[in-house]
């Protein structure tokens, strides 16, 4: 698949690690992908770094911003219009966590939390249009983890403009949710599973796109992750869920042709 640079409104255009320790999650990361991770110079930063594969940007990594601050993969929906989708997110019954803002000039972002606490961001763009995605060792799908997901589903409608599709995954697991932006599948959501300690509440995972699960998630954890679920086989390939040595979940996926 060719990769491919989105900015697509109501699509994932980026995708980020906010780390406890930012120095070993970029060293962590570029051994198990690939990655080039280089922290910008300019102090306006903070010490972020952007991650590329080939010269094209696939993902960035920076130090937590508050104390306590889990670490955690962030997902971003691209618009022509952050502080409109703000407004959306306040209409629909969620909270702006961060207020629309500059970032330089590369663009404009804002972060979100949902009706049931899942935190979701969105990313205006100006010089840096978004992602590269597609192939090895880059973004490959976004999925909520839910508690109470059709308490959910209308803030994505009315925030995004996102419909549903939802598939019967079999017996004793939970339905599949596809959202849909103008009828193509951008991103994915189901009920967490009662296994879940109570205490994890509502997330959005990130999956990364990998030539060979199996072989990826055994170089995580000789890096130091913890396997948390798989490697496991569904209809469209295989995927495992792993959890990186700051604590961040994140999972591997490879799809069928």
Same mark, same amino acid.
């Given at each position: 698949?060719?990769?491919?640079?989105?900015?697509?409104? *109501?699509?994932?255009?980026?995708?980020?690690?906010?780390?406890?320790?930012?120095?070993?999650?970029?060293?962590?990361?570029?051994?198990?992908?690939?990655?080039?991770?280089?922290?910008?110079?300019?102090?306006?930063?903070? *010490?972020?770094?952007?991650?590329?594969?080939?010269?094209?940007?696939?993902?960035?990594? @920076?130090?937590?911003?508050?104390?306590?601050?889990?670490?955690?993969?962030?997902?971003?929906?691209? $618009?022509?219009?952050?502080?409109?989708?703000?407004?959306?997110?306040?209409?629909?019954? *969620? $909270?702006?966590?961060?207020?629309?803002?500059?970032?330089?000039?590369?663009?404009?972002?804002?972060?979100?939390?949902?009706?049931?606490?899942?935190?979701?961001?969105?990313?205006?763009?100006?010089?840096?249009?978004?992602?590269?995605?597609?192939?090895?060792?880059?973004?490959?799908?976004?999925?909520?983890?839910?508690?109470?997901?059709?308490?959910?589903?209308?803030?994505?409608?009315?925030?995004?403009?996102?419909?549903?599709? $939802?598939?019967?995954?079999?017996?004793?697991?939970?339905?599949? $949710?596809?959202?849909?932006?103008? *009828?193509?599948?951008?991103?994915?959501?189901?009920?967490?599973?009662?296994?879940?300690?109570?205490?994890?509440?509502?997330?959005?995972?990130?999956?990364?796109?990998?030539?060979?699960?199996?072989?990826?998630?055994?170089?995580?954890?000789?890096? @130091?992750?913890?396997?948390?679920? @798989?490697?496991?086989?569904?209809?469209? @390939?295989?995927?495992?869920?792993?959890?990186?040595?700051?604590?961040?979940?994140?999972?591997?996926?490879?799809?069928?042709?």
């Amino acid at each position: 698949m060719d990769e491919i640079k989105t900015t697509v409104d *109501g699509t994932p255009a980026w995708v980020d690690l906010a780390s406890s320790d930012s120095a070993a999650s970029r060293e962590f990361y570029a051994k198990l992908f690939g990655w080039e991770v280089v922290v910008s110079p300019d102090p306006q930063f903070g *010490g972020y770094a952007m991650a590329t594969i080939a010269g094209q940007e696939v993902a960035g990594i @920076g130090p937590t911003m508050a104390p306590g601050q889990p670490t955690a993969w962030a997902v971003y929906i691209g $618009t022509s219009d952050v502080d409109e989708i703000a407004r959306r997110v306040v209409a629909a019954g *969620g $909270t702006v966590v961060a207020p629309s803002m500059d970032v330089g000039d590369l663009g404009r972002l804002a972060v979100f939390q949902d009706t049931i606490g899942a935190h979701i961001s969105a990313w205006q763009a100006k010089a840096m249009g978004g992602f590269h995605h597609g192939g090895p060792n880059t973004y490959g799908w976004a999925e909520l983890n839910a508690r109470g997901l059709e308490a959910a589903l209308p803030f994505y409608e009315k925030v995004f403009g996102w419909t549903e599709k $939802t598939s019967e995954m079999g017996e004793g697991i939970p339905p599949y $949710t596809e959202f849909l932006a103008d *009828g193509e599948a951008v991103a994915g959501a189901m009920e967490m599973a009662p296994t879940v300690p109570a205490e994890v509440p509502s997330f959005w995972m990130v999956y990364f796109s990998v030539a060979s699960v199996d072989d990826v998630l055994k170089k995580g954890v000789a890096g @130091g992750a913890e396997l948390m679920m @798989g490697p496991t086989d569904y209809p469209g @390939g295989r995927f495992a869920i792993l959890r990186d040595p700051q604590g961040a979940s994140f999972g591997l996926i490879a799809t069928h042709d």
